[in-house]
């Protein structure tokens, strides 16, 4: 059977962006995510461990380009947990512009 997975506005401080002030300090980032994956057995996806991953990867790895962050992180649920069959990814922020929330999307269909 088919399942879907959602993290919704996950919250994390992480240096991330390409801007001068970007590379100097933490800012807020909003990520949603939704995993499609087919439980078989005893196979299911801990949602805890994905919103660790993701955390841990934007906390440590200080990305320039939001669209570098989707591109490894997506990849890193999809060879870290089985039975994968989609990620739609969202990282969002909310700080970066006064007048309104930014954001990038990445859907990956496996």
């Known amino acids: 059977?088919?399942?879907?997975?959602?993290?919704?506005?996950?919250?994390?401080?992480?240096?991330?962006?390409i801007l001068d002030f970007e590379r100097t300090s933490v800012q807020s980032i909003l990520?949603?995510?939704?995993?499609?994956?087919?439980?078989?057995?005893?196979?299911?996806?801990?949602?805890?461990?994905?919103?660790?991953?993701?955390?841990?990867?934007?906390?440590?790895?200080?990305?320039?380009?939001l669209e570098d962050a989707l591109d490894e992180i997506s990849t890193a649920i999809i060879e870290g947990f089985i039975g994968i069959k989609s990620v739609a990814l969202k990282l969002s922020k909310p700080e970066i512009l006064d007048n309104c929330r930014v954001s990038v999307e990445l859907f990956r269909k496996i």
């Open 1 to 17: 059977m088919q399942y879907q997975i959602s993290i919704e506005e996950l919250q994390v401080k992480a240096v991330i962006g």
């Open 31 to 65: 990520i949603n995510c939704d995993i499609v994956y087919d439980k078989i057995d005893k196979n299911y996806i801990n949602y805890a461990e994905v919103a660790t991953l993701i955390e841990k990867m934007l906390q440590e790895k200080k990305y320039g380009l």
